[in-house]
């Protein structure tokens, strides 16, 4: 009741209260739970950050020993579960079949779907953790025509994801320590960012007493766009083409600059960051890391630097406030990684699975918490009187 105002896309409006991630976009800080991203990026990992996330503290020895063993004995998935990978057609994007596994979930766990029994959100969050790492490997595996490998439950959370992911019956998986490291890093970069798309998705969704898993899904499916997570896949696929056309940086910034068929700079801008985004200078770093350590140089980082350094110098972006954001680089270094460019956005969702999960409980646990049911400003037609079909 009362005066309704319009802010399409949310820019002004605040949906919830939180006490999970802090962001200040114009000093470009990102924070867990206090603490700032660039420690828990140097001196943290993956689950202990999700703990953080989801508990609210740092766990102790012992609380991070139960939660990594509760995840790692929950990665397989149930035997007719794999048989959904066959019904999808080869060429399926990973994302859409991640979405449709993630919603299934739901099917096969009957037994926890409450959203407000404790024990089955806890159980329901071990399993959304432990097993989404399957379900993109299986994803990945099925596109390639390779066998699904089972989990390795002796191996840690990165480490079974790229064997499952990588790894073929025939041969053992050797595992690079660096890449585990670098994809930890990430994930963790990955973890939260408050009332972001999919996050926001996620909670609309379980505000009407949607289950965790039901929610979840419907997060997958926000972060699928271009304009969300979709744009680490959008970016590799930018440079991709500016390197096939001859590399020319300065005829594709003026193309952004022109406004052309709405191409945008992927991979620049952001809604709440005006100066920089502390995640993407963390992963630029990452980047260079990784990429320099290839025996061939990728053209495409030394594209994504020029277009960094060109766009930096203009006006149009200046003046805009539009800096890179965190999918800029990351492609990069997935595509180092051997990953395809499909599945950048998957791994995006692996590593916001926590936060997701996180936000979903703050909103089932708060007494505050209403359905979410925008209002609109009506702009059709006022009342008029049916017309008979003959004489339309
Ligand atoms: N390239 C060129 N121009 C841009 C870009 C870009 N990447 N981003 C914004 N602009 C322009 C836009 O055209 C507009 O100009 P004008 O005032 O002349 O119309 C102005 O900047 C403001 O843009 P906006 O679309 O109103 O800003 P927004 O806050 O609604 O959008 C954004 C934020 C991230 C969707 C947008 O910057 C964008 O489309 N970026 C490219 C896609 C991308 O990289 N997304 C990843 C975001 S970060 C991680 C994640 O959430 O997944």
């Not at 097993?131 to 002796?154: C, E, F, R, W």
């Not at 970069?189 to 969704?205: K, P």
């Not at 700079?265 to 630029?284: E, S, T």
């Not at 089932?364 to 049916?386: F, L, M, S, W």
């Amino acid at each position: 009741t009362g005066q309704v105002t319009l802010d399409t896309g949310f820019v002004n409006t605040a949906s919830c209260v939180s006490s999970i991630t802090y962001i200040d976009g114009d000093a470009g800080i990102l924070r867990y739970r206090g603490y700032p991203i660039e420690e828990l990026a140097e001196k943290s990992t993956f689950l202990e950050s999700s703990y953080l996330l989801i508990h609210g503290e740092l766990p102790t020895t012992a609380q991070l020993e139960e939660f990594t063993d509760r995840i790692q004995h929950h990665t397989l998935l149930h035997e007719e579960m794999r048989r959904f990978f066959d019904g999808f057609p080869r060429d399926a994007h990973p994302m859409a079949v991640l979405s449709s596994a993630v919603s299934a979930l739901s099917t096969f766990y009957q037994d926890s779907l409450n959203p407000f029994d404790t024990e089955q959100v806890e159980i329901s969050t071990i399993r959304l953790l432990a097993k989404v790492p399957t379900i993109a490997s299986y994803a990945y595996k099925k596109a390639i025509g390779q066998p699904m490998l089972y989990p390795d439950n002796s191996l840690g959370y990165v480490e079974n994801f790229l064997r499952m992911t990588f790894g073929v019956p025939a041969t053992p998986y050797e595992l690079d320590p660096v890449q585990v490291k670098v994809l930890d890093m990430l994930l963790l970069l990955h973890a939260d960012h408050e009332q972001n798309c999919s996050t926001s998705t996620v909670r609309l969704v379980g505000s009407s007493q949607a289950n965790l898993f039901a929610s979840v899904s419907a997060g997958v499916n926000a972060l699928f766009g271009p304009l969300h997570g979709g744009a680490n896949q959008a970016v590799l696929e930018m440079l991709q083409e500016i390197h096939t056309d001859g590399g020319d940086v300065g005829a594709f910034v003026r193309k952004v600059k022109n406004k052309e068929a709405g191409v945008r700079l992927m991979g620049f801008g952001h809604r709440v960051y005006k100066n920089y985004d502390p995640r993407a200078a963390l992963v630029k770093k990452a980047a260079q890391d990784v990429l320099g350590r290839m025996a061939k140089p990728d053209p495409l980082l030394d594209l994504a630097m020029q277009l960094e350094e060109i766009a930096l110098a203009d006006d149009f972006f200046v003046s805009r406030k539009l800096y890179p954001n965190v999918d800029f680089y990351t492609g990069l270094i997935y595509k180092a990684m051997g990953f395809p460019t499909t599945m950048f956005t998957v791994l995006f969702a692996l590593g916001r699975l926590p936060g997701w999960i996180a936000q979903w409980r703050e909103m089932i646990n708060d007494p505050e918490t209403k359905i979410g049911r925008p209002r609109q400003v009506y702009t059709g037609y006022g009342a008029r009187d049916y017309a008979p079909i003959a004489g339309r």
